[in-house]
Each structure stands twice: as C-alpha cells, then as structure tokens.
C-alpha cells in the first residue's frame, strides 16, 4: 500500500515545490519593481514587457511541474510497474495518450465517406443558403469581436456616476475567450462520437501558449498601433506562415507564393508609412510593431503544429479546439490567480457594467467565431474559408475607420489594396495549380 502511494505522494511534492518557489519569485520582481518610481505617467507595472515577464512565470507554475512530473514517470518507470488506477490513467492519458475507447469512432474512412455522401444529396440550392448561412456567421461573429476588442482596449468606459476606467488587463480577456470556447466545444464532444484521441494531452501545450501569446500580443498591441494596422498585418501572416512551415514541416511552396509575399510585404510597408497616426510615435509604433511581430511569430507556429497533429493523430477539430482551449484556460488562470489579477478585474466589471456586456458579448462571439471556422472548412474546405475571412479583413478595416475615425492617407490605400490584391490572386493561382495536378493525376490514371 506505502509503495503505491510513494509516486503520488513525490508528484505531489513536485509541484507544490515548484509552484512554491515560482510563486514567491513572482511576488519579489512584483514587490521590487513595484517599490521604484518612474517620471512617466507609466509605472514598470504597467509596461508590456514587464506584464510579459510576470506572465512567463505564472504559465511557468504550469510547464515546470509538468516537465518535472514527466521526467520522474520516464525515470521511474511508474506506468509500467503499476496496474490500472485513477492517477496512474490520469498520467498516461497526459503523457502517453489512449488508444481505445467505446464511445469513439474507428479512426477510418467512414466519417469522410457520410460527409461526402451527404454534400453529393444537398441540391444547389440547399449549399447556397448553407454558404450564406457560413458567411454570415463568419461575417458578423467575427466583426463584431474585431469592433469589442479595439473598444475594450482603446476606449474609456463611464458608469452613472461620472467615473471614468480603462481597462488594461489582455491576459484577463484572453481566459474570458477561451473559458467558453472551452466549455462549447467540451459539452459538444460528450454528447456526440467523436474519433479515438491516441494523442498524449501534453501536446497540446505547445500549440496552446503559443495560441495564448499571439491573442495577448493582439490585444497589447492594440495600445500602441490603430486596429487597421493589426488587422493588415494579420493579413499579412502569409510570410511568417511560409516561415514556419519551412522550420517545422519542411514545406515546398511556388514562385507565385514567394511573389505575392514580396508584394504583400510591399503593401504592409506602403500602409505603415502612409499611415497618419503613425507620424511621431516612433517609441510607441515601435512596441506595436514589435508585439505584432511576435503575434504573428506565434500564430504561425500555433497553426503549423496543428496541422502536423491534425496530420498525425487524425483527430476531430472540435477534439483540437477543446483540447487547446483546455492548457489555454489552465495557463491564464493560474498566471491570474498568481497575480491576484482577477480582483481587479472583477472589481472593474463591478464598477463599469457596459464592460461586462462587451466582455461577454466579445467571448460569445469569439466562441461561435471558432465553431463557424470549422463547420465552414468542414463543408466547404479552406479555400472558401480563406476567401470569406480575407472579405472580412477588409470590412474590419473599413468599419474601424468609420466608427473610431482612423484617418488613412491615399498612399495608406493604396497599401490597402495591393495586400488584398495579393491576397485574391494568391488564393486564385492556389485554385488555378490545384485543377492542373487534377487534370494531370486524372489523365495519368486513364493511360494506366
């Protein structure tokens, strides 16, 4: 009985060691820059790279015990000495992952088969209004999020009483999207079959940070640089995508795709100097740009190592959706209860209610956004989904100039327009390759 309760007894002495030690190393740097004084109207506790800093460390009460928790499993040999129990599955299923289950579908071809048999008895009809439906839900979640986030960053909200708050707190908005994107995706897998999920848990941390990092660099960036800029430099996620792709999958891509990265790049540039907010804030345009760099950096690593998993273990994408939302959750929270971030931000929403309908209304639509990506490309495959958010990048822009007053100089739209133009004659070339390896895979096989 001493023997089987030794592991559990050192796993639980690893993390409230490790969770010790992080935690009071938090509370020093807080206490220790908290402590000076700055002659700007911006303490150290309010700059970006400190709330960084104290992020690392609160998502490192998560990664730390993990890392430790693995090594001694491996070292110790525990899963293969110990029989079946509620810790020694709970480990294996984070770091080994499962191989049956009854409820599951047989990982094989017949979940294609249905969907495909089932999209040849839709008439044309029937996949217009599907489409319409795929578009407007995409459309209208997804502007609708772009609207509340620059509103809850950039904007001062007033209560009955004449008080006037900014909210400053990304990671806090980050939790709120992914608790319920979560919660969304968790109660739709227990009540339909899903595909088995052989995948170790742990896998998903990777793609989950790095998911976390680009949504809270979003959000910082909001401070330093105008929503159309981000919302073009999100257009621009090509190159770092082609970037990434190289570095973790080894990918080929076209001349055409290495063109229009040259021209989209071309356009960014032309946007960013013609841009007339931008003239004089060099400090403040350069933390921008740098947090948009590292958004972009991340977001393309968050998409690249999923395809590879999607590649690997042929899970579903409400399974990806929940089990990245799952780390998401655990990593700001914890970081927040670290930081004792959640009393203000309640304290906050207590005191300013309009934002606590924007907050919301910012994670439902961030939730259904998520849910109509993957029923899109489910449907109708990635082209139409790119199509439709690269529609919707430009009406983005356009909404932001006309409701926060944005001003954009002629050299600015023309920026504008060069990227997007990029945008369409890349997905058009894409169409164009992908009918011509058809015809010639098709004319191969009548030969034969």
């Known amino acids: 009985m001493a023997s089987n ?86 480990l294996r299923c984070c770091f080994v992952g ?6 599951f579908l047989p990982a094989d071809s017949s979940s294609v088969n249905s969907s ?45 009483n004449g008080d006037v708050g900014a909210f400053k707190d990304s990671q806090f908005l980050v939790f709120v999207n992914r608790i319920l994107a979560f919660l969304l995706s968790g109660i739709y897998i227990t009540f339909t079959r899903q595909p088995r999920h052989p995948m170790p848990l742990y896998k998903y941390i990777y793609c989950s940070f790095s ?7 979003q959000y910082e960036a909001l401070k330093y640089v105008s929503f159309p800029t981000q919302v073009l430099a999100k257009a621009c996620k090509v190159i770092p995508v082609m970037i990434m792709g190289k ?37 403040t345009t350069f933390s921008g740009l740098i947090l948009l760099c590292a958004y972009l950096t991340f977001d393309s690593f968050t998409s690249n190592w999923q395809s590879a998993l ?24 914890v970081s927040l209860a670290q930081q004792g971030s959640f009393a203000s931000s309640i304290a906050f929403m207590t005191q300013f209610p309009k934002f606590v309908v924007d907050c919301t209304l910012l994670s439902v ?60 004659l890349r997905i058009y070339c894409n169409q164009r390759i992908r009918a011509l390896r058809r015809r010639m895979q098709n004319g191969s096989t009548t030969k034969v």
């Open 310 to 333: 999607f590649s690997q273990y042929k899970m579903s994408s409400v399974q990806m959706m929940c089990g990245v939302n799952l780390f998401s959750c655990l990593f700001t929270a």
């Open 247 to 283: 570095i973790v999958s080894h990918q080929k891509y076209e001349n055409y795709e290495y063109l229009t990265a040259v021209t989209i790049s071309l356009g960014m540039a032309s946007f960013m100097f013609g841009s007339t907010e931008m003239k004089g804030e060099t400090i």
């Open 365 to 424: 639509s961030s939730a259904v956004g998520q849910l109509f990506i993957f029923y899109t490309i489910s449907v109708f495959g990635p082209v139409v989904f790119v199509i439709i958010m690269t529609v919707r990048q430009g009406l983005a822009i356009l909404l932001s100039c006309l409701i926060y007053q944005h001003p954009i100089s002629v050299v600015g739209m023309l920026g504008i327009a060069v990227v997007f133009s990029s945008l369409f």
């Open 116 to 160: 495909s048999s089932s999209s040849a008895a839709r008439s044309a009809k029937q996949d217009a209004l599907l489409l319409l439906l795929c578009v407007v839900g995409l459309q209208g979640s997804y502007l609708t999020w772009g609207l509340l986030q620059e509103k809850v960053m950039t904007q001062k909200y007033t209560n009955d």
């Open 98 to 103: 499962q191989d049956s289950g009854e409820r």
């Open 5 to 90: 309760q030794g592991p559990v007894v050192v796993v639980i002495l690893l993390v409230l060691l490790s969770v010790g030690v992080i935690y009071t190393l938090t509370q020093l740097l807080r206490s220790m820059l908290g402590e000076e004084e700055t002659n700007s109207k911006e303490g150290y506790q309010d700059h970006w790279l400190f709330r960084l800093a104290i992020n690392q460390l609160g998502y490192a009460t998560i990664f730390v015990p993990g890392i430790l928790i693995y090594k001694y499993v491996k070292a110790s040999k525990y899963l293969e000495r110990t029989g079946a129990n509620c810790f020694s599955e709970l």
């Open 211 to 217: 998911n976390i990092m680009s949504s809270w660099c």
